[in-house]
């Protein structure tokens, strides 16, 4: 069964159908917005929402590099981390 | 109590709970991989998509102008009505001296151009590009130039597929153009400075206030901007000028695409 590390599965699902969606429809300041915000309950979701953007957006030409994967990347790494240390920690108990 | 320790933390990544992040990674790898595979059917997919976009953009942007004064937008109105007048004039004026001086040098730069739909623009698509639904079938190919309306460049094709291309604005990050400012046509090098902004360095002395026009090479000087500020340091031998773009990104829904034999300093590449 899918679900996130501390929200229902119905709302898990609609943060990340939404971030999908916003990289689409929103301005792109808004996507990284929910990205980040949904990191903290599903830590892969900004590499996957990065790696989405890049793949519509991005063009490789000289001194350019995919911006969105690798910082959707590094959000998903200390995201990834702080669960790790909070779920091993007294605060997650 | 070891063990229950050991069984809590291994289960920091268990699959409860990253799976939805797992099934989102997957569906990004998917998609990419459809796009590196498929080129054409991935634009084909996501441009229905991108319209549904444009037009929901469009409902939501009339939807929160209509909350505003309406004796603003009259007097707004009204004034955009006369300029748009002023500027008529101005542009059959200037239009009957270009037949002029097109019938004085008998040039070939009537070129009527390739008309491109914008699938995808700024702020929805970062790194300051435009997707267009226009490709090598069109007869666009790499480093045509990208005209919006008036006739004002915007930016360079660097990536064509069949049915669709993209164009990266001259305001995006790496990229330079030459050009010039003012009155008296200063040459000037124009850099990307990314979210539709673009800078060029010139010397102190040089005469460049607000509100200067700086042109780009097309056929001819073409405007592409105006300086919105000057930044000086007092160390530094030069200003800055930071250029707004003389049309607004956000809202270009046609761009036309010709080659002006310029050349641009992005290295274009064919790559979907």
């Not at chain 2, 046609?254 to 590449?269: C, M, N, Y």
Request: aromatic share 10%; proline share 6%; with cysteine.
């Amino acid at each position: 069964m899918m679900r996130g590390t501390s929200l229902s599965f119905s709302t898990c699902g609609t943060l990340t159908l939404l971030a999908f969606v916003s990289v689409i429809f929103f301005p792109w300041p808004l996507t990284i917005m929910l990205a980040f915000t949904s990191s903290f309950f599903i830590p892969l979701l900004p590499l996957a929402i990065g790696l989405f953007a890049d793949t519509l957006y991005y063009t490789p030409h000289s001194g350019t590099l995919p911006l969105f994967t690798l910082y959707g990347a590094l959000a998903a790494g200390v995201s990834i981390f702080v669960h790790r240390q909070l779920r091993t920690g007294i605060i997650g108990r | 109590m070891k063990k229950t320790f050991l069984v809590k933390r291994n289960g920091l990544l268990s699959l409860t709970d990253v799976s939805w992040g797992v099934f989102a990674l997957a569906c990004a790898i998917i998609v990419l991989l459809v796009r590196l595979i498929a080129p054409g059917f991935f634009w084909y997919v996501f441009t229905p998509v991108f319209r549904v976009a444009d037009a929901v953009s469009l409902e939501g942007h009339s939807f929160i102008s209509g909350f505003e004064n309406a004796a603003k937008l009259t007097a707004q109105n009204e004034r955009l009505a006369n300029e748009n007048t002023a500027l008529a004039n101005e542009n059959q004026a200037l239009a009957q001296k270009i037949i002029d001086i097109e019938d004085l040098f008998t040039s070939t730069t009537a070129k009527s151009g390739i008309l491109a739909g914008v699938v995808a623009r700024p702020p929805e698509s970062p790194y300051d590009t435009l997707v267009l639904a226009a490709g090598e079938n069109a007869g666009i190919t790499l480093g045509m130039e990208a005209f919006g309306d008036g006739g004002v460049p915007l930016g360079i094709v660097s990536s064509v597929l069949a049915d669709f291309s993209r164009v990266t604005l001259f305001s995006a990050p790496g990229v330079t153009t030459a050009g010039w400012v003012g009155n008296d046509g200063l040459a000037i090098t124009i850099s990307g400075a990314g979210a539709g902004v673009m800078n060029a360095t010139v010397s102190r002395s040089a005469a460049i206030a607000v509100g200067d026009t700086v042109f780009a090479p097309g056929p001819g000087m073409l405007p592409i901007g105006k300086v919105i500020r000057i930044d000086s340091n007092p160390t530094a031998p030069g200003v800055t000028l930071r250029i707004q773009p003389a049309l607004n990104l956000f809202s270009v829904s046609w761009v036309t695409i010709r080659d002006t034999g310029v050349p641009f300093s992005i290295s274009a590449t064919s790559t979907p």
